[in-house]
Protein backbone atom coordinates (compact mmCIF):
# COMPACT_ATOMS: atom_id res chain seq x y z
CA UNK A 1 0.00 0.00 0.00
CA UNK A 2 1.92 3.27 -1.05
CA UNK A 3 2.23 6.07 1.52
CA UNK A 4 -0.89 8.56 2.35
CA UNK A 5 -1.51 12.03 2.91
CA UNK A 6 -2.56 13.39 6.55
CA UNK A 7 -2.84 16.64 6.63
CA UNK A 8 0.67 17.83 5.19
CA UNK A 9 2.73 14.77 6.81
CA UNK A 10 3.06 11.82 4.17
CA UNK A 11 2.55 8.59 5.93
CA UNK A 12 3.25 4.86 5.33
CA UNK A 13 -0.10 3.56 4.66
CA UNK A 14 0.97 0.06 6.19
CA UNK A 15 1.78 -0.45 9.93
CA UNK A 16 3.80 -3.64 11.12
CA UNK A 17 2.37 -5.53 14.44
CA UNK A 18 3.83 -8.40 15.18
CA UNK A 19 4.97 -10.24 12.30
CA UNK A 20 2.05 -8.92 9.84
CA UNK A 21 1.03 -5.75 8.52
CA UNK A 22 -1.91 -4.13 9.36
CA UNK A 23 -3.47 -0.53 7.81
CA UNK A 24 -2.37 2.80 9.59
CA UNK A 25 -5.72 3.61 10.91
CA UNK A 26 -5.73 0.17 12.86
CA UNK A 27 -2.64 0.47 14.31
CA UNK A 28 -4.60 1.80 17.69
CA UNK A 29 -4.76 0.30 21.29
CA UNK A 30 -7.17 0.49 24.07
CA UNK A 31 -7.01 3.32 26.65
CA UNK A 32 -5.98 1.36 29.43
CA UNK A 33 -2.98 -0.34 27.77
CA UNK A 34 -0.09 -0.73 29.93
CA UNK A 35 2.22 1.45 28.27
CA UNK A 36 -0.28 4.41 28.33
CA UNK A 37 -0.90 3.97 31.98
CA UNK A 38 2.86 3.36 33.42
CA UNK A 39 5.11 4.35 30.05
CA UNK A 40 6.19 0.98 29.78
CA UNK A 41 7.86 1.38 26.10
CA UNK A 42 10.76 1.31 24.53
CA UNK A 43 11.28 2.32 21.00
CA UNK A 44 13.47 3.95 18.25
CA UNK A 45 14.16 6.57 15.47
CA UNK A 46 15.90 5.41 12.25
CA UNK A 47 16.35 7.74 9.37
CA UNK A 48 15.86 6.16 5.39
CA UNK A 49 17.67 8.34 3.04
CA UNK A 50 17.48 8.51 -0.77
CA UNK A 51 20.93 8.45 -1.49
CA UNK A 52 22.90 8.68 -5.08
CA UNK A 53 22.22 4.84 -5.29
CA UNK A 54 19.00 4.04 -3.76
CA UNK A 55 17.26 4.65 -0.47
CA UNK A 56 18.79 3.23 2.48
CA UNK A 57 18.41 3.20 5.68
CA UNK A 58 21.19 4.51 7.85
CA UNK A 59 22.36 2.26 10.56
CA UNK A 60 19.45 -0.26 10.75
CA UNK A 61 21.45 -3.14 12.46
CA UNK A 62 22.76 -0.61 15.16
CA UNK A 63 19.36 0.96 16.19
CA UNK A 64 17.55 -2.33 16.13
CA UNK A 65 20.19 -3.88 18.70
CA UNK A 66 19.27 -0.72 20.67
CA UNK A 67 15.86 -1.78 20.24
CA UNK A 68 16.44 -5.29 21.74
CA UNK A 69 19.08 -4.03 24.42
CA UNK A 70 16.32 -1.13 25.91
CA UNK A 71 13.45 -4.13 25.83
CA UNK A 72 15.95 -6.39 27.89
CA UNK A 73 16.90 -3.60 30.35
CA UNK A 74 12.86 -3.36 31.30
CA UNK A 75 12.74 -7.45 31.12
CA UNK A 76 10.49 -7.09 27.68
CA UNK A 77 11.16 -10.56 25.67
CA UNK A 78 9.95 -9.29 22.16
CA UNK A 79 9.94 -12.69 19.95
CA UNK A 80 11.72 -11.24 16.81
CA UNK A 81 15.49 -11.45 16.38
CA UNK A 82 17.23 -8.26 15.00
CA UNK A 83 17.29 -9.82 11.41
CA UNK A 84 13.53 -9.62 11.62
CA UNK A 85 12.60 -6.35 12.41
CA UNK A 86 15.40 -5.44 10.27
CA UNK A 87 13.56 -7.11 7.37
CA UNK A 88 10.46 -6.03 8.71
CA UNK A 89 11.44 -2.51 8.18
CA UNK A 90 13.03 -2.79 4.93
CA UNK A 91 9.83 -4.12 3.52
CA UNK A 92 7.26 -1.85 4.91
CA UNK A 93 9.63 0.82 3.22
CA UNK A 94 9.14 -1.06 0.08
CA UNK A 95 5.08 -1.20 0.58
CA UNK A 96 4.98 2.39 1.43
CA UNK A 97 6.54 4.02 -1.57
CA UNK A 98 8.19 6.20 0.21
CA UNK A 99 11.76 7.45 -1.03
CA UNK A 100 12.99 8.48 2.10
CA UNK A 101 11.24 8.12 6.07
CA UNK A 102 11.41 8.39 9.45
CA UNK A 103 11.10 4.81 10.90
CA UNK A 104 9.70 4.49 14.77
CA UNK A 105 10.26 0.16 16.09
CA UNK A 106 8.41 0.70 19.32
CA UNK A 107 7.71 -2.41 21.83
CA UNK A 108 5.11 -1.86 24.56
CA UNK A 109 3.83 -3.83 26.87
CA UNK A 110 -0.28 -3.75 25.83
CA UNK A 111 -3.24 -5.19 27.61
CA UNK A 112 -4.74 -8.86 27.16
CA UNK A 113 -8.45 -7.95 27.29
CA UNK A 114 -9.79 -11.44 28.10
CA UNK A 115 -7.23 -11.47 31.48
CA UNK A 116 -6.78 -7.51 32.01
CA UNK A 117 -3.96 -6.51 34.34
CA UNK A 118 -4.58 -2.96 35.64
CA UNK A 119 -1.87 -2.40 37.77
CA UNK A 120 1.75 -1.48 38.33
CA UNK A 121 3.10 -5.12 37.97
CA UNK A 122 3.71 -5.61 34.14
CA UNK A 123 4.33 -8.80 33.66
CA UNK A 124 0.85 -10.13 33.08
CA UNK A 125 0.30 -7.81 29.84
CA UNK A 126 1.53 -8.94 26.41
CA UNK A 127 4.67 -8.02 24.38
CA UNK A 128 3.48 -5.87 21.33
CA UNK A 129 5.88 -4.67 18.36
CA UNK A 130 5.19 -2.24 15.95
CA UNK A 131 7.15 -0.62 13.20
CA UNK A 132 6.16 2.76 11.21
CA UNK A 133 7.34 5.00 9.23
CA UNK A 134 6.25 8.54 7.69
CA UNK A 135 7.79 11.18 5.74
CA UNK A 136 10.24 13.72 7.98
CA UNK A 137 11.75 16.87 7.34
CA UNK A 138 14.53 18.50 9.59
CA UNK A 139 13.75 18.01 13.32
CA UNK A 140 15.17 21.45 14.47
CA UNK A 141 14.34 23.13 11.11
CA UNK A 142 15.58 23.40 7.19
CA UNK A 143 17.56 26.63 8.07
CA UNK A 144 19.05 24.78 11.14
CA UNK A 145 22.09 22.63 9.55
CA UNK A 146 23.60 25.95 8.35
CA UNK A 147 22.58 28.72 10.55
CA UNK A 148 22.59 27.10 13.72
CA UNK A 149 20.05 27.25 16.75
CA UNK A 150 19.57 29.08 19.98
CA UNK A 151 19.32 27.14 23.37
CA UNK A 152 19.01 27.31 26.56
CA UNK A 153 20.22 25.17 30.00
CA UNK A 154 17.43 23.89 31.07
CA UNK A 155 16.29 23.85 34.96
CA UNK A 156 15.28 20.20 34.45
CA UNK A 157 18.02 17.76 35.85
CA UNK A 158 18.35 14.80 33.54
CA UNK A 159 17.39 11.36 35.02
CA UNK A 160 20.16 9.50 36.76
CA UNK A 161 20.75 6.39 35.74
CA UNK A 162 20.50 4.56 39.06
CA UNK A 163 16.58 5.86 38.90
CA UNK A 164 15.62 5.52 35.71
CA UNK A 165 18.33 3.96 33.20
CA UNK A 166 19.63 6.22 30.68
CA UNK A 167 21.02 3.08 28.33
CA UNK A 168 17.45 2.52 27.02
CA UNK A 169 15.28 4.48 25.26
CA UNK A 170 12.62 4.22 26.48
CA UNK A 171 9.17 6.11 26.28
CA UNK A 172 8.81 6.71 29.82
CA UNK A 173 12.58 8.82 30.45
CA UNK A 174 10.58 11.06 27.65
CA UNK A 175 8.86 12.84 29.83
CA UNK A 176 12.11 14.50 31.11
CA UNK A 177 12.78 15.17 27.63
CA UNK A 178 9.46 16.91 27.45
CA UNK A 179 9.70 18.94 30.18
CA UNK A 180 13.08 20.25 28.97
CA UNK A 181 11.96 21.02 25.59
CA UNK A 182 8.72 22.74 26.48
CA UNK A 183 10.49 25.34 28.78
CA UNK A 184 12.67 25.96 26.14
CA UNK A 185 10.28 26.50 23.54
CA UNK A 186 8.15 28.58 26.38
CA UNK A 187 11.57 30.57 26.50
CA UNK A 188 11.88 31.41 23.05
CA UNK A 189 14.65 28.73 22.34
CA UNK A 190 14.43 26.11 19.90
CA UNK A 191 16.10 23.55 22.15
CA UNK A 192 17.51 23.01 25.84
CA UNK A 193 20.61 21.35 27.20
CA UNK A 194 20.57 19.17 30.47
CA UNK A 195 22.54 19.04 32.87
CA UNK A 196 23.13 15.70 35.04
CA UNK A 197 23.24 15.27 38.89
CA UNK A 198 26.16 16.39 39.68
CA UNK A 199 25.58 19.81 37.65
CA UNK A 200 27.45 18.74 34.34
CA UNK A 201 26.07 19.11 30.93
CA UNK A 202 24.40 16.24 29.54
CA UNK A 203 22.54 16.26 26.82
CA UNK A 204 19.14 17.97 24.65
CA UNK A 205 16.01 16.83 24.81
CA UNK A 206 16.53 14.27 21.93
CA UNK A 207 20.28 15.16 21.11
CA UNK A 208 23.64 13.92 22.19
CA UNK A 209 26.08 17.02 22.49
CA UNK A 210 29.50 17.94 21.62
CA UNK A 211 31.63 20.97 21.88
CA UNK A 212 34.92 22.13 20.10
CA UNK A 213 37.95 23.65 21.86
CA UNK A 214 41.30 24.14 20.52
CA UNK A 215 41.18 21.40 17.63
CA UNK A 216 39.23 19.06 20.05
CA UNK A 217 36.34 17.32 19.69
CA UNK A 218 34.39 16.71 23.59
CA UNK A 219 31.17 15.37 24.38
CA UNK A 220 30.00 13.86 27.56
CA UNK A 221 30.52 10.37 28.68
CA UNK A 222 28.37 7.57 28.94
CA UNK A 223 28.18 8.09 32.68
CA UNK A 224 26.64 11.40 32.26
CA UNK A 225 22.70 10.07 32.04
CA UNK A 226 22.88 10.01 28.21
CA UNK A 227 21.57 7.80 25.29
CA UNK A 228 24.15 5.74 23.71
CA UNK A 229 23.09 7.78 20.11
CA UNK A 230 24.07 5.91 17.24
CA UNK A 231 24.96 9.36 15.19
CA UNK A 232 27.20 10.44 18.03
CA UNK A 233 29.15 7.30 17.82
CA UNK A 234 28.80 7.92 14.03
CA UNK A 235 30.66 11.38 14.39
CA UNK A 236 33.31 9.96 16.84
CA UNK A 237 34.00 7.55 14.53
CA UNK A 238 34.24 10.13 11.29
CA UNK A 239 36.32 12.42 13.38
CA UNK A 240 39.02 9.93 14.29
CA UNK A 241 39.03 8.84 10.77
CA UNK A 242 40.20 12.63 9.95
CA UNK A 243 42.46 12.35 12.92
CA UNK A 244 40.17 14.67 15.11
CA UNK A 245 41.21 14.14 19.02
CA UNK A 246 37.95 12.66 20.61
CA UNK A 247 37.99 13.21 24.26
CA UNK A 248 35.04 11.84 26.45
CA UNK A 249 35.08 13.75 29.88
CA UNK A 250 32.45 15.42 31.97
CA UNK A 251 32.35 19.10 30.84
CA UNK A 252 31.06 22.27 32.76
CA UNK A 253 28.05 24.48 31.97
CA UNK A 254 30.33 27.23 31.81
CA UNK A 255 32.44 25.83 28.61
CA UNK A 256 29.23 25.79 26.66
CA UNK A 257 29.85 29.41 26.69
CA UNK A 258 33.71 29.59 25.99
CA UNK A 259 33.65 26.93 23.57
CA UNK A 260 34.91 27.94 19.84
CA UNK A 261 31.60 25.16 18.78
CA UNK A 262 29.22 23.56 19.83
CA UNK A 263 26.59 20.77 17.76
CA UNK A 264 23.42 18.80 18.50
CA UNK A 265 23.59 15.52 16.48
CA UNK A 266 20.59 12.46 16.41
CA UNK A 267 19.29 10.56 13.84
CA UNK A 268 16.39 13.52 13.78
CA UNK A 269 18.69 16.17 14.56
CA UNK A 270 21.66 15.30 12.22
CA UNK A 271 24.54 17.57 13.24
CA UNK A 272 22.63 20.55 13.78
CA UNK A 273 25.08 23.58 15.34
CA UNK A 274 24.57 25.79 18.10
CA UNK A 275 25.36 29.23 18.09
CA UNK A 276 23.78 30.60 21.48
CA UNK A 277 23.43 28.74 24.70
CA UNK A 278 21.51 31.34 27.22
CA UNK A 279 21.87 34.44 24.89
CA UNK A 280 25.86 33.70 24.90
CA UNK A 281 27.12 33.42 21.26
CA UNK A 282 29.21 30.40 20.55
CA UNK A 283 32.04 30.80 19.07
CA UNK A 284 31.15 33.37 15.77
CA UNK A 285 27.66 32.28 16.12
CA UNK A 286 27.52 30.39 12.81
CA UNK A 287 28.26 26.90 11.50
CA UNK A 288 32.05 26.19 12.96
CA UNK A 289 34.60 24.73 10.56
CA UNK A 290 34.71 21.61 12.61
CA UNK A 291 31.11 21.00 12.61
CA UNK A 292 30.86 21.73 8.98
CA UNK A 293 33.56 19.48 7.88
CA UNK A 294 32.14 16.38 10.01
CA UNK A 295 28.67 17.63 8.97
CA UNK A 296 29.81 17.34 4.99
CA UNK A 297 31.58 13.73 5.92
CA UNK A 298 28.38 12.46 7.62
CA UNK A 299 26.11 13.58 4.47
CA UNK A 300 28.52 12.04 1.94
CA UNK A 301 28.44 8.79 3.68
CA UNK A 302 24.40 8.41 3.97
CA UNK A 303 24.15 9.85 0.77
CA UNK A 304 26.68 6.93 -0.46
CA UNK A 305 29.07 9.03 -2.15
CA UNK A 306 32.29 7.66 0.48
CA UNK A 307 31.95 4.54 2.22
CA UNK A 308 31.29 4.76 6.64
CA UNK A 309 35.14 4.83 8.64
CA UNK A 310 37.75 2.11 8.70
CA UNK A 311 35.11 -0.35 6.27
CA UNK A 312 32.65 -0.32 8.22
CA UNK A 313 28.88 -0.71 6.86
CA UNK A 314 26.50 1.77 7.79
CA UNK A 315 23.58 1.28 4.99
CA UNK A 316 21.15 -1.03 4.17
CA UNK A 317 19.81 -0.14 0.77
CA UNK A 318 15.85 -0.74 -0.27
CA UNK A 319 16.36 -2.66 -3.35
CA UNK A 320 13.93 -2.24 -6.10
CA UNK A 321 14.26 -5.03 -8.40
CA UNK A 322 12.03 -7.82 -9.12
CA UNK A 323 12.45 -10.00 -6.50
CA UNK A 324 13.09 -6.94 -4.10
CA UNK A 325 16.07 -8.50 -2.46
CA UNK A 326 17.45 -6.83 0.70
CA UNK A 327 21.12 -5.56 0.95
CA UNK A 328 21.52 -5.75 4.90
CA UNK A 329 24.41 -4.31 7.26
Keep these: MAGKDVA ?109 AFGVNPFGNPIDTYICGWQWGKYLGEEALENGIDVCVSSWTRITSNSMPAMAKAGANYMNSQLIKMEALLGGFSEGIALDDRGYVSEGSGENIFLVNNGKLITPPLGASILPGITRDSVIEIAREMGIPVLETSIQRSALYLADEVFFTGTAAEITPIRSVDHITVGTGKCGEMTKALQTEFFKIIDATRPAPFGANWLTFVADTGEKKTAVA
Design 8 to 116: TMKIAGKVWKNGKFINWDDARVHVMTHAINYGSSVFEGIRCYETSKSSAVFRLTEHMQRLLNSAKVYRMDPTFTRAELCDSAVELIRQSELDSCYLRPLIIRGLDEEKP
